[in-house]
């Protein structure tokens, strides 16, 4: 017994007088669970030690156990003392049992707030691991860091001390650890045990949580059963299925060094994460499962691009036979310009197979296959033409995207055919603004310009025809064709550049990081240039 207030001076051994049940007065009453009234305690050697161990002897003595009747349980002791000897009245002793049923319910529910506030405090602590464990799950790839969480606060929750998580293997149908707390063992970090053998073995298979008492010593098929090092003092064993809709994946396992199971909010908490590593095991298999499907799909689409570009390519092999043993200069013409397209478009299929965005290729590496192919095809040896391709960071998917590879075509191989007739040297600059979700692609050559009242929508040439139906139709845009305006002169046209411009809503977004202003020299140059 602690000695917690008193009214008067404190005893010698200050504020940490104690007593043992038994010893002097106080021990004496606690011990009896009964009254004590002494007119001279100091007279009575039982009691004479502790009446004297005030700075002032006290001999009258009325002490009165506190005791909580509704349980019968013993709280502490209250006495009421003179210095000189008193024989304490009925009414005093009645009134002292009043006082000590009050102090006893009051240590009752000063108790039991303790005790409630340390429950509630201890759920709260439950309540945010489990939160931190299931953000981790829905959050993290890494099944090997959740899992190592799950089995370190599964056992810090529970009151254990060791913890392992074993997975069901689908191709042999044996348990192996995946992750351990508490073992030091090598051995039990690589253990492996047939389903129904062990507690591990016989959860698993038959999806209900089991603890016993000392099994790891008893059951010989127990992983642990031949590692008394291991086992040490540990005596108790919890093991939960880890349980879904499709079936049992494995069981979680703690240990503890308890003689008695756990209570059933330990236990819940176990199962609880056993749920867990559950749910976190089939997210990982589904996500690898969907991985390999996509990888599937990817290599099948990659290798459909390839063989369409190689199929492109036997046409326009065909194409050139043609145009070689043709005489008539349309036909070699037309055989020309249609060998320069089904060659833009085969190009296009190739930078989509190889594209690190599967399905999708961006505008500046389409226009650069697009010049590779027109520089091979139209431009005669005596001709020294000037590329320039700014940033393009937009991305068009399949469809647009080969639609883009013949209108950049068309353009570069009009820009040559009639901006640089009779011309040994000329400049072809590339461009791309992004306005309000929009993409403006521009295609500006230093050639001869276009004649004065020239509208692109009425030209009755076949390459600008072909431009116009694409934009319009399929990328649902629109297009034009003008002359630069030189910005120092007002409306007066700049010697000697004509754009081309392609109007039309951009399908995906940005790569990450990329700007989207424009970019090089020629939004520059063309400062001004309105359709």
């Known amino acids: 017994l602690l000695l917690r207030a008193t009214n008067g001076p404190m005893p010698r051994g200050g504020r940490y007088f104690t007593r043992k049940l038994g010893q002097g007065y106080t021990g004496w009453v606690s011990q009896q669970g009964a009254p004590l009234q002494i007119e001279d305690a100091l007279a009575d050697p039982r009691f004479a030690e502790e009446a004297s161990a005030w700075p002032t002897p006290y001999r009258g ?42 102090i006893a319910m009051s240590v009752e529910n000063s108790q039991l707030f303790a005790h409630t506030d340390q429950e509630l405090r201890r759920k709260v602590h439950e309540m945010g691991t489990l939160h931190r464990v299931s953000a981790m799950v829905t959050s993290s790839l890494v099944l090997e860091q959740v899992l190592q969480m799950i089995v370190e606060q599964a056992v810090l929750l529970s009151g254990a001390e060791r913890s392992a998580l074993f997975v069901i293997e689908p191709a042999t149908q044996r348990l192996r650890a995946v992750a351990t707390y508490g073992f030091s063992d090598t051995a039990i970090q690589r ?27 008893t ?42 199971t756990l209570n059933q909010g330990q236990a819940q908490m176990v199962t609880t994460f056993a749920n867990v590593a559950a749910i976190a095991i089939e997210n990982a298999r ?38 070689r043993r043709t005489t008539d200069p349309l036909a070699k013409q037309i055989l020309r310009e249609n060998i320069g397209r089904i060659y833009g478009i085969a ?29 091979a095809s139209f431009i005669s040896p005596e001709q020294v033409i000037r590329f320039e391709i700014g940033q393009m960071p937009a991305k068009l998917p399949s469809e647009q995207a080969t639609t ?6 068309e353009l570069i191989a009009n820009a040559i055919e009639h901006g640089f007739e009779g011309r040994t ?12 979700g929009w993409v ?23 390459g600008l025809r072909l431009v116009r139906e694409l934009v319009v139709k399929e990328l649902h845009g629109d297009v034009a064709l003008f002359r630069a305006f030189n910005p120092e002169d007002g409306d007066a046209p700049a010697p000697g550049w004509t754009i081309a411009e392609a109007r039309f809503p951009l399908p995906v977004a940005l790569d990450d990081g990329e700007d989207s202003e424009p970019l090089g020299e020629s939004p520059g140059l063309l400062a001004g240039a309105d359709s």
């Open 404 to 409: 883009f590879a013949i209108i950049v075509n």
């Open 61 to 102: 003595l009325l002490a009165m156990p506190i005791i909580f009747f509704t349980v019968e349980r013993l709280q502490g002791v209250i006495a009421v003392q003179s210095a000189e000897p008193r024989a304490f009245s009925e009414d005093e002793a009645r009134f002292l049992e009043i006082v000590a049923g009050q």
């Open 286 to 323: 589904l996500y690898e499962a969907t991985l390999d499907g996509l990888r599937v799909k990817e290599t099948l689409l990659r290798e459909m691009h390839h063989r369409v570009k190689n199929n492109l390519q036997q046409v326009a092999s065909i194409l050139r036979m043609q145009r």
């Open 440 to 462: 403006v692609f521009r295609v500006a050559d230093n050639g001869q310009g276009v004649p004065e009242g020239f509208d692109i929508h009425t030209a009755n040439s076949m």
């Open 425 to 436: 040297h000329g400049e072809i600059r590339m461009s791309e603004d992004l306005i309000d």
């Open 219 to 260: 059951d010989r098929g127990c992983f642990l059963h031949d590692l008394p090092e291991a086992i040490g003092d540990l005596h108790l064993a919890l093991s939960a299925p880890l349980a879904t809709t499709r079936g049992g994946l494995g069981a979680l396992c703690v240990f503890g060094g308890q003689r008695h």
């Open 347 to 375: 190009a296009t299929h190739d930078l989509l197979s190889h594209a690190d965005e599967l399905g999708r290729a961006r505008l500046d590496d389409i226009a650069r296959k697009i010049v590779g192919i027109v520089q």
């Open 191 to 217: 253990a492996t045990l047939p389903l129904g053998q062990c507690c591990a073995g016989r959860v698993a298979l038959g999806g209900e949580t089991s603890m016993r008492l000392d099994c790891m010593r």
